[in-house]
């Protein structure tokens, strides 16, 4: 383990988390293009994350998802992707920013342009969340190890 | 209460906090030039902030200062700050960012540019958090009330 950080970084010499995506694999691939750096990490932080996100043309940040727990913000630094929720599609621009409670609105943003896309997405950690996919045959489950995954009727991936 | 906004938004288009500081009227004169846009809050968002911070040249972030409990993040958008810590001082720019760990570095940031500097910040919110300020005689304490302030000795400011 790095020991954390205790001066200033540029987010973007953070080098990007190895592992591209935690889904199964079958919903991992659909996550092609998409790089994370964990900075929240980096300086020891663990009670909530913050991730410098960016989208390849192409690529989307998530499944179609909401939390039960866990509060998510987006604040998009470049690029101009656009949210995908469950009432609807709102396009973004650098500077525009959403928060998504707990049982909010599901959401994802999908980069549609041929542009790079980057944002920051910031999340709380609650052992309990559970994410939910309207679109997909998928639950998650958080836990200390992190996140674990079945499909809606429990039975495993 | 306006209710929880469900849609993006222009991050400055959300109406700045109007009270400048809830610090100690001594204190609070010396934010002058500091405006802060509560971006969780119009989303609802209750287990951390972030906040859209803009220092006015001559202004800072904050008094010198630590949390117990609290973790804070924060990423410069524009502007040059500088990083005030009990370690030393760190030249900011565009695109950097810190977290500071409970009990880690006391830290703020002060703007000695001619140009306007804008950050996010990001802290969860923790009722047992208190406020440690090396360079003053003062305490803050948080509880469902928000911040109370009482000199070093604990009698009241």
Redesign the interface.
């Known amino acids: 383990m790095t020991p ?9 010499d953070v080098q990007p988390r190895r592992k591209a995506s935690s889904y199964p694999a079958p919903f991992a691939a659909r996550m092609s293009g998409r790089e994370k750096r964990q ?2 990490d ?7 994350g ?1 991730n410098l996100t960016t989208l390849a043309p192409g690529a989307q940040s998530a499944l179609l998802h909401r939390h039960t727990r866990q ?1 998510e ?1 987006v ?1 998009i630094l470049s690029g101009t992707p656009t ?1 995908r929720t469950d ?1 609807g599609e ?1 396009p ?2 650098p ?7 707990a049982n ?2 599901a959401h994802h943003l999908v980069n549609r342009t041929a542009e790079e896309v980057r944002y ?1 997405e ?1 999340g ?1 950690r609650d052992p309990q969340d559970v994410g939910q996919y309207p679109e997909d045959d998928l639950v998650a489950r958080f836990s200390a190890r992190g996140w674990s995954f079945t499909r809606k009727d429990g039975t495993p991936w």
Chains 1, 2 share one sequence.
């Not at 954390?4 to 973007?12: D, E, F, K, V």
């Not at 500077?95 to 409670?101: K, S, Y």
Request: charged share 15%; aromatic share 16%.
């Open positions: 954390p950080a205790r001066a200033p970084l540029a987010a973007m900075l929240g980096v300086f020891g932080l663990s009670r909530f913050v509060e913000f604040y949210l009432e709102f973004l621009q500077g525009m920013c959403i928060g998504f409670p909010g609105l920051l910031i709380d």
